[in-house]
């Protein structure tokens, strides 16, 4: 019954934590060496938000249990997090907006 | 109903046979009127969720803004890699030590999952060792901050300015590692206090808490566990957003 396939985490063997610690090494290991080999430009960008992601999806999949939880909680706490998404965006074109009148300033020099 | 179920690793019990039976329909179904949502849940970890969604959206706030001054700024970022350098044997190494702070810190967190699977099995004193083993990497993680903060206080950078770019780069710097560090801090404190309760029994004994009045359970393990993992999950986007990037 899939319904109930939380109470069984109990059962979970300690085999399935040392593997998700291991792939977080793993992942950990991989941004860095994005720094260290200095790859620049939208394949650090888009290496970095990767190895982000994934490792957090790890964390709240595993360690967390969310895996394991009733949707109704995993998507009262999934979904808020989505506004701030909608908050990057705003931000992300008022900053531009703030460089440009900068930067006009400075051409304009008034 | 008292509390008295150790619990079983999830927040929630088996639901009443009236239910739906799939995931879907037991969502809408629970979201529906004249219901109460949660039904069964713990409201232990119903609560401590709840926290740390509105602890997710302190530590966003923080890192848009970081955002904003970052992207707005039309002087030239420093270099993160070349800042966080640790200098060994005369070679500086780029971000080393916050590459060690994130193995720190990830390993406690692996420690800890493992302390909250052994709870569930009754494991007290493996639980208490794993718990301490996860307490003293956090500490080990502050010190280290600690060490970091000085390092660059001693180099000139200041909530105001530092000597390699933009002036915004150390307010972000202090405010967003400052929260984090706090927050470690505060983990490791209240690791301590449940260590304390797991080492003496307490919630095999159903012996009642000095503030609450109420027995815990090996739930609290899990639920101390979940602040502890989410404290790392804000750390794994500081590293890939401020030092990384």
């Not at chain 2, 002036?167 to 560090?181: K, L, N």
Request: charged share 15%; with cysteine; net charge positive.
């Amino acid at each position: 019954m899939q319904a109930t396939a939380g109470a069984t985490e109990h059962a979970h063997p300690i085999r399935l934590y040392l593997v998700v610690w291991a792939w977080l090494f793993v992942l950990s290991a991989c941004s860095y060496l994005v720094d260290y080999v200095h790859l620049q430009g939208v394949v650090r960008w888009s290496l970095i938000l990767l190895f982000m992601i994934v490792k957090a999806g790890l964390i709240v999949a595993v360690f967390m249990h969310l895996a394991w939880e009733r949707l109704a909680l995993i998507y009262v706490i999934l979904v808020p997090p989505a506004a701030l998404l909608i908050f990057i965006a705003i931000m992300a074109v008022e900053a531009d907006y703030t460089l440009a009148t900068r930067l006009a300033q400075q051409v304009t020099g008034s | 109903m008292a509390h008295t179920a150790a619990g079983d690793g999830t927040a929630f019990r088996a639901p009443p046979s009236t239910l739906p039976p799939t995931r879907w329909h037991r969502l809408s179904a629970e979201w529906a009127g004249d219901r109460q949502v949660f039904d069964g849940a713990s409201w232990r970890k119903a609560m401590i969720w709840v926290f740390l969604l509105s602890d997710t959206f302190v530590f966003g706030c923080f890192l848009i803004g970081y955002m904003t001054v970052r992207m707005s700024t039309s002087v030239p970022w420093p270099k993160t890699s070349e800042v966080f350098a640790l200098e060994i044997a005369g070679k500086p190494w780029p971000l080393l030590l916050i590459a060690i702070m994130t193995f720190v810190l990830i390993s406690s967190s692996g420690t800890m999952a493992i302390a909250v699977a052994f709870g569930y099995r009754r494991r007290r004193r493996t639980t208490a060792f794993l718990m301490g083993l996860t307490a003293l990497l956090g500490a080990t993680f502050v010190g280290m901050q600690a060490f970091e903060w000085t390092k660059l206080i001693l180099e000139g950078v200041r909530p105001w300015g530092n000597p390699w770019g933009a002036e915004q780069f150390g307010s972000a710097f202090f405010m967003i590692t400052g929260f984090h560090g706090t927050h470690v801090t505060i983990g490791v404190i209240a690791l301590l206090v449940i260590i304390r309760k797991v080492w003496r029994g307490d919630f095999d004994t159903g012996r009642r808490g000095f503030f609450t009045s109420r027995p815990g359970g090996y739930e609290n393990v899990e639920i101390m566990g979940l602040y502890w993992h989410f404290v790392d999950l804000v750390w794994v986007f500081i590293f890939a957003l401020f030092y990384l990037w």
